[in-house]
């Protein structure tokens, strides 16, 4: 957990671990009794995202072909976030499993039976010879329901405590993002402040032209309308590619700044929800689960409403379309050569 943004959550009770055959069922049952939707729907657009990535990392796409230029700028965004790992979807999958077997243990029903069967021992005498098979009994199956509910407890105790740990993990894990993306932030604005590798950029393009006019002139000459002409065209092109660059730059930081805002929010209410559990805990010795309820919403929205945009297509350039989007495609890789650089407090580069 110190050496990357979702590494290997440690310290899990192995014990409460599901074999994949249990969670796999689990994840595609009703997501309530009677609803169509599945808990793996919940799951489902990040998984979707969590595919793309890694194909993009791989230097593909899962739809087969090269990634356009806003999906490039997106996906590669996206994966050096740390946002998208499987790490995280593993620890929301088990969050819900657990959570729901937490549901499923039923403490009123042992307490009851007690309850009852109490109060029809203390209407027997051990005076009435009549009455000892019966108080025999009675007292055999209290004993049996105490151990019951002891076992019942300490299970709710293990759940608890394994829900409050992998809440706990996603957290700080979000809080590392949440760096990430303001160290991010702050390094594309030196980026455009600097204004070095696009003042490189427009230069390249000129000098592809003068390249071109002195091809012209070794071929036969050119006029001095062409060259006129020429000069008004690298004029407005370059103008047009440090304006594209530009929006390119703001483009990058809001896809940064839109997961920010998304991480801090949940990490707020993770914060608040981790602490009514633990005051409770400490105030009876035992959440009541309403908690933990609240903290699978929270992680479900985490990963199911965030929807994050890509920048808009370059417009088309005329004739030279083709070399300001390799110059956008140029600064772009600058900008995330950068940025593989950039890390949060706390991590190094796993």
Not at 91 to 101: D, G, N, P, S, V
Not at 219 to 244: C, F, I, P
Not at 324 to 349: C, N
Request: neutral net charge; aromatic residues 6%; contains cysteine.
């Amino acid at each position: 957990m110190t050496t990357a943004i979702f590494g290997i959550r440690f310290h899990s009770n192995e014990s409460l671990q599901p074999d994949p055959e249990a969670l796999a069922a689990f994840l595609d049952s009703p997501r309530a009794p009677g609803a169509r939707e599945r808990h793996r729907d919940d799951l489902a657009a990040y998984v979707d995202y969590l595919a793309a990535i890694e194909a993009f990392e791989a230097g593909r796409l899962h739809t087969g072909g090269a990634p356009d230029f806003p999906e490039r700028m997106l996906l590669g965004v996206l994966s050096h976030s740390a946002f998208f790992r499987n790490t995280l979807r593993i620890a929301i999958e088990e969050f819900k499993y657990h959570r729901h077997q937490l549901s499923l243990l039923d403490l009123q029903k042992p307490r009851a039976f007690i309850r009852s069967a109490e109060a029809e021992l203390a209407k027997l005498s051990p005076k009435k010879r009549d009455d000892l098979p019966r108080i025999a009994r009675f007292q055999d199956m209290i004993a049996q329901r105490k151990r019951d509910l002891d076992a019942l407890l300490r299970r709710r105790e293990m759940l608890a405590g394994e829900l409050y740990h992998i809440a706990a993990y996603i957290n700080e894990n979000l809080v590392l993002i949440s760096r990430l993306c303001e160290a991010s932030i702050e390094k594309l604005a030196l980026v455009q402040v600097n204004g070095e590798k696009s003042a490189a950029l427009i230069e390249d393009v000129k000098r592809h032209f003068k390249e071109q006019v002195r091809d012209s002139v070794q071929a036969g000459g050119v006029t001095k309308d062409y060259l006129e002409s020429l000069k008004t065209e690298v004029a407005e092109l370059t103008k047009q590619l440090s304006r594209l660059m530009l929006e390119d730059l703001y483009a990058v930081t809001g896809i940064y700044e839109a997961l920010h805002a998304h991480v801090e929010g949940a990490s707020a209410a993770l914060r608040r929800l981790l602490a009514e559990a633990d005051t409770a805990r400490k105030r009876n010795g035992m959440d009541s689960g309403e908690s933990y309820g609240g903290i699978e919403n929270v992680l479900v929205g985490l990963i199911s409403r965030f929807r994050p945009q890509g920048g808009a297509p370059a417009p088309d350039a005329g004739p030279s379309a083709r070399l300001v989007a390799e110059k956008q495609r140029e600064m772009l890789d600058h900008v995330f050569e950068l940025l593989r650089s950039v890390r949060p407090a706390g991590t190094a580069r796993p």
